[in-house]
């Protein structure tokens, strides 16, 4: 079967509430068809470093990309590469870190750039800076800024903390969540190896009445070699705190040292793929932290359309 008709398929089941009829066994067919529905159209999240141009002509032609915001260079160089990336042609979701936003004024003139850039869609975390750089301390802050602005935006993302936060507790991150869902439309996942994590946590904020589609973070294709280059990039700091909210960093190593040096998301994707379409987790994609070394990460995508 070519990606084209595989992934036709695949939305068509998810459409009528059927599965296609392959000779092999329920569970494989559900496997693939889930898979090539969350790969088929993903978000490619890419950092704002020198790096970025090289990377972004990887990608599909107007593929998704998240452009972060870099603890070093600020939400300037999150705004100008938003502007180079939709210049291009791709729909470019910003990170709109709420603690590098100085104040309203700051926020008035981010929004007008960005919507003159043709951006539709912006993603509000609260920001990694332990010191805000001005009044908003926390997403919600500036989400309700944002909303108060004369430039409106189709999709506004949040934050999800399917294993949770080092430093906020599971009720305080609750609490937030409902505070802040009401300004969005959607939700982004932090990095997690897990899926079965994701989906009991998925599961958990439905019953709490949370009912936003979710976009799932999984990590592109890294090498351990390639990760500690990362980490000179965005300080070593951050990069623990990272890898501790997902499997540990000996833990981590050890994942890539049984295979050879490189991790590939096939497992998370193959246990999240049988619930692709299920209406209950409304997973509506994934988002793909790159850590800009997308040609790795966009040969693996291609491969498993094509297997």
């Given at each position: 079967?070519?990606?084209?008709?595989?992934?036709?398929?695949?939305?068509?089941?998810?459409?009528?509430?059927?599965?296609?009829?392959?000779?092999?066994?329920?569970?494989?067919?559900?496997?693939?068809?889930?898979?090539?529905?969350?790969?088929?159209?993903?978000?490619?999240?890419?950092?704002?470093?020198?790096?970025?141009?090289?990377?972004?002509?990887?990608?599909?032609?107007?593929?998704?990309?998240?452009?972060?915001?870099?603890?070093?260079?600020?939400?300037?160089?999150?705004?100008?590469?938003?502007?180079?990336?939709?210049?291009?042609?791709?729909?470019?979701?910003?990170?709109?870190?709420?603690?590098?936003?100085?104040?309203?004024?700051?926020?008035?003139?981010?929004?007008?750039?960005?919507?003159?850039?043709?951006?539709?869609?912006?993603?509000?975390?609260?920001?990694?800076?332990?010191?805000?750089?001005?009044?908003?301390?926390?997403?919600?802050?500036?989400?309700?800024?944002?909303?108060?602005?004369?430039?409106?935006?189709?999709?506004?993302?949040?934050?999800?903390?399917?294993?949770?936060?080092?430093?906020?507790?599971?009720?305080?991150?609750?609490?937030?969540?409902?505070?802040?869902?009401?300004?969005?439309?959607?939700?982004?996942?932090?990095?997690?190896?897990?899926?079965?994590?994701?989906?009991?946590?998925?599961?958990?904020?439905?019953?709490?009445?949370?009912?936003?589609?979710?976009?799932?973070?999984?990590?592109?294709v890294m090498n351990y070699q390639r990760l500690l280059g990362i980490s000179k990039?965005?300080?070593?700091?951050?990069?623990?705190?990272?890898?501790?909210?997902?499997?540990?960093?000996?833990?981590?190593i050890k994942e890539l040292v049984g295979s050879r040096g490189q991790y590939t998301?096939?497992e998370l994707i193959d246990g999240l793929a049988p619930h692709a379409a299920d209406?209950?987790?409304?997973?509506?994609?994934?988002?793909?932290?790159?850590?800009?070394?997308?040609?790795?990460?966009?040969?693996?995508?291609?491969?498993?359309?094509?297997?």
């Amino acid at each position: 079967m070519t990606v084209s008709a595989l992934v036709a398929s695949s939305r068509f089941a998810a459409r009528v509430g059927n599965r296609p009829h392959f000779t092999m066994s329920l569970e494989t067919s559900t496997t693939d068809d889930g898979a090539a529905t969350l790969l088929a159209d993903p978000r490619f999240e890419l950092m704002p470093f020198d790096s970025f141009g090289e990377q972004m002509a990887h990608l599909p032609d107007g593929a998704a990309i998240a452009v972060t915001t870099s603890p070093t260079l600020g939400i300037d160089a999150t705004v100008e590469w938003t502007e180079t990336a939709s210049e291009a042609g791709y729909e470019v979701i910003p990170h709109v870190a709420a603690r590098y936003v100085r104040d309203r004024e700051h926020l008035d003139s981010i929004a007008g750039r960005l919507r003159e850039a043709g951006v539709t869609d912006v993603f509000v975390p609260g920001g990694d800076r332990e010191e805000p750089a001005g009044e908003f301390e926390s997403a919600h802050d500036l989400l309700v800024a944002l909303e108060e602005l004369e430039y409106e935006f189709e999709e506004v993302g949040i934050t999800g903390y399917p294993e949770g936060h080092d430093f906020l507790s599971e009720a305080t991150l609750a609490e937030a969540m409902d505070r802040k869902a009401p300004y969005a439309s959607y939700l982004v996942t932090q990095l997690c190896y897990d899926p079965e994590t994701i989906l009991e946590w998925i599961g958990t904020i439905r019953d709490r009445g949370v009912d936003l589609p979710v976009e799932v973070g999984i990590p592109g294709v890294m090498n351990y070699q390639r990760l500690l280059g990362i980490s000179k990039k965005v300080g070593v700091g951050d990069s623990v705190r990272f890898l501790r909210k997902t499997s540990g960093v000996l833990g981590f190593i050890k994942e890539l040292v049984g295979s050879r040096g490189q991790y590939t998301p096939d497992e998370l994707i193959d246990g999240l793929a049988p619930h692709a379409a299920d209406p209950h987790y409304d997973i509506r994609g994934v988002h793909i932290y790159t850590f800009n070394q997308v040609p790795d990460t966009e040969s693996w995508r291609l491969g498993r359309l094509e297997s």
